[in-house]
């Protein structure tokens, strides 16, 4: 079993920035590839990004290209979200997840461990 716990969330402006990590525990966390995924209330979960076992390769959706970045560091079992120029559309519940197979999936239900989610609110 792998868990997964996400920080780094809390209230920003419209325009700022956050950055989100999750560190991972209980396998080897360089034999998954990760993905960040967002719920806001009412609608359905939404794919952010994903990343590669060895960091090589990322996915993002077309939403937050340009404005966010995901990277990980497998001597810490830690992924990272960097989060800038955000909106009030932003504003959802972000999990991270892991995939025990070697691609930058879209699909949530790729996705075998999940993390509790931390809230992310972007407003005035």
């Known amino acids: 079993q792998m868990q997964l716990v996400e920080s780094g969330g809390g209230l920003v402006q419209p325009g700022g920035s956050l950055r989100l990590s999750c560190a991972a525990s209980?396998?080897?966390?360089?034999?998954?590839?990760m993905g960040w995924f967002r719920q806001a209330p009412g609608k359905e979960r939404e794919f952010v990004g994903a990343?590669?076992?060895?960091?090589?390769?990322?996915n993002y959706a077309y939403s937050v290209k340009g404005r966010f970045t995901i990277s990980r560091d497998n001597a810490k079992n830690t992924v990272y979200l960097q989060m800038n120029s955000l909106k009030p559309e932003d504003t959802a519940v972000y999990y991270c997840?892991?995939?025990?197979?070697?691609?930058?999936?879209?699909?949530?239900?790729?996705?075998?461990?999940w993390g509790q989610g931390t809230q992310v609110t972007v407003s005035l």
């Open positions: 209980g396998r080897t966390f360089s034999s998954y590839s």
């Open positions: 990343i590669s076992k060895s960091g090589a390769r990322t």
């Open positions: 997840a892991a995939d025990t197979l070697d691609r930058v999936s879209s699909s949530w239900t790729r996705f075998d461990y």
